[in-house]
């Protein structure tokens, strides 16, 4: 079986005999199929699909990862994960086998990010309580795990831009620390349109979030998810079904934010991962 590594997203490619467009014999198919196929390595912040026998159970950092009936599975890789990491797989017919991964370090350069509110860097008590309040919803609504594989589309810009913020880099707003960047920042003029970079359905929306501003959350199957933040208006409500490329909202400079521009997150249930990876998988 061929495959082929981008930026830590494994793809796949059935081997073909003679110009055939099918396999020339039998139990080809079967020896495929009976295959565990991950990677050997990935990048922090990647998305990874591997394939393991349709019907296997896969655990990994805790969890059983749902399986397609094709045999495809996905996780994310955290921004601090060091590696490296176990996949088991237990197949249809008994047998077990562990994948294991290695993580590649990269760098995370720092960022300085002035002229942000400051009662958005130290809010007060009732403003701290607010902001928790209002992030536990977006973390409830990137639990979901349906039997959906939009994540497996090649997935499209939402906006076209300039990135003015990368995925994972340490950032000190108004001079204090903060947390890694937790998604690509992508400048455009407010009310540019936002399209959906793959298909999925509308789990979050919510205009007016103390530090995000207008927020939203697109769920693309098996824990995968995407988020929007700062819009200057969103276009969709929770529940609805997105295809690939629907503007769903507009760019803005809502909540904390300095300028318009878009913040684009991706999230593996609660691991954060980087879009910018996600997209290269496409090249």
Request: aromatic residues 6%; without cysteine; positive net charge.
């Given at each position: 079986m061929r495959s082929m590594l981008l930026s830590g997203v494994l793809l796949f490619a059935a081997p073909l005999f003679a110009g055939q467009g099918v396999l020339a014999q039998d139990g080809i198919a079967d020896l495929i199929d009976n295959r565990v196929v991950f990677p050997a390595s990935a990048s922090q912040?990647?998305?990874?699909i591997g394939k393991?026998?349709?019907?296997?159970?896969v655990r990994?950092?805790?969890?059983?990862?749902?399986?397609?009936?094709?045999?495809?599975?996905?996780?994310?890789?955290g921004r601090d994960e060091t590696g490296p990491l176990q996949?088991?797989?237990?197949?249809?017919?008994?047998?077990?086998?562990t994948a294991v991964i290695e993580v590649a370090a990269r760098d995370w350069p720092l960022e300085r990010v002035n002229g942000v509110p400051p009662k958005t860097v130290n809010p007060p008590p009732a403003i701290a309580e607010r902001i928790a309040r209002e992030q536990a919803r977006v973390t409830e609504a990137r639990q979901r795990d349906d039997n959906r594989t939009d994540f497996a589309q090649t997935f499209l810009w939402p906006v076209q831009g300039r990135i003015s913020g990368r995925f994972g880099n340490a950032r000190v707003y108004n001079g204090q620390p903060g947390a890694g960047h937790s998604g690509m920042d992508i400048?455009?003029?407010?009310?540019?349109?936002?399209?959906?970079?793959?298909?999925?359905?509308?789990?979050?929306?919510?205009p007016g979030l103390y530090l995000t501003g207008g927020t939203l959350v697109l769920d693309h199957g098996f824990g995968i998810s995407s988020n929007f933040l700062h819009l200057s208006r969103i276009d969709v409500k929770v529940g609805d079904r997105i295809a690939q490329g629907q503007v769903i909202a507009a760019v803005g400079a809502t909540g904390r934010a300095t300028g318009p521009h878009l913040h684009w997150g991706m999230n593996w249930f609660d691991t954060r991962i980087d879009p910018l990876l996600v997209l290269e998988r496409g090249k």
């Open positions: 912040g990647a998305m990874v393991v026998p349709a019907g296997s159970r990994h950092a805790g969890r059983d990862l749902r399986v397609s009936g094709y045999g495809s599975v996905v996780f994310g890789i996949v088991q797989v237990r197949r249809p017919d008994g047998s077990e086998e400048a455009a003029p407010t009310g540019t349109p936002v399209k959906a970079p793959a298909a999925g359905i509308v789990t979050f929306a919510d």
